[in-house]
């Protein structure tokens, strides 16, 4: 088991930059893929990105791609995400989850984080 607890979330003007990092207790993070999914109100839960447990493999949603960036860093038990150009569509509480299988669908994800907003004002 894996519990993870996310931090870096704020307000921040659109262009602006957050980097958003998932600290994960236990000493298995590395054999986890782990993803970030973003819920904004009134929506579902959209992913937006994940990384293989070495990182060798990243998946990103089309509607990131080229701001964002996801990282992990295996001797901190800590996963990041860089995001850079950000706008008003971008606001939501952002989870970190950690899997079974790298992907970009929910259900692949067994552990959860309680999540950090993040708030981009036009």
């Known amino acids: 088991q894996v519990q993870l607890v996310e931090s870096g979330g704020g307000l921040v003007q659109a262009g602006g930059s957050l980097r958003l990092s998932c600290a994960a207790s236990?000493?298995?993070?590395?054999?986890?893929?782990m993803g970030w999914f973003r819920q904004a109100p009134g929506k579902e839960r959209e992913f937006v990105a994940a990384i293989s447990r070495s990182g060798g493999n990243i998946y990103y949603a089309d509607s990131v791609k080229g701001r964002f960036t996801i990282s992990r860093d295996n001797a901190e038990n800590t996963v990041y995400l860089q995001m850079n150009s950000l706008k008003p569509e971008d606001t939501a509480v952002y989870y970190c989850a950690a899997g079974s299988l790298t992907g970009r669908a929910a259900y692949l994800y067994d552990y959860w984080g309680q999540g950090t907003q993040v708030t981009v004002s036009s």
């Open positions: 236990g000493r298995t993070f590395s054999s986890y893929p």
